[in-house]
């Protein structure tokens, strides 16, 4: 049986329990060393998008397995103001507040998988996965 974690985030601290959880499952899935770091800044991003875009959201966390290799996916979703321009968002260097707008892109680049959807008015989810190699 999975053990699945549900993380309600609305603040900076929501951000380091979702982070923490995440490392702790992706050990249980057998990931090890730097792919521990990757999987852990790949769910700040995503989390520190929810506080800072959309107030209050979740991150979803479990196992997964496809073709017998083990992983982890994360699913953060929100009922924020979304995203006008999916493919803007995800240029380096575009960002509608005041970051670097890395977070995106960078969670995209440090994961195996990624997909997004998001609607204005209606919110945003995405869904990362990290298969073990």
Known sequence: MTQAFRVAVSRD?????????????????GFTGSDLTL?????SEVARNIV??????????DLAERNGVSGLQVIAQD???????????????????????????????????FEIESEVGKGTTVVMRKWRR
């Open 52 to 61: 800072a875009y959309a107030a209050h959201g979740e991150i979803l966390l």
């Open 39 to 43: 999987i852990a800044t790949a769910i």
């Open 13 to 29: 601290a929501d951000i380091v329990t979702a982070r923490q959880l995440g490392r702790e499952l992706a050990t249980k899935a």
């Open 79 to 113: 009922h924020g103001p979304g995203i006008a321009d999916i493919d803007q968002a995800m240029r380096d260097g575009f960002s509608t507040g005041k970051s670097l707008g890395l977070g995106l892109p960078g969670a995209r680049r440090l994961m195996d998988e």
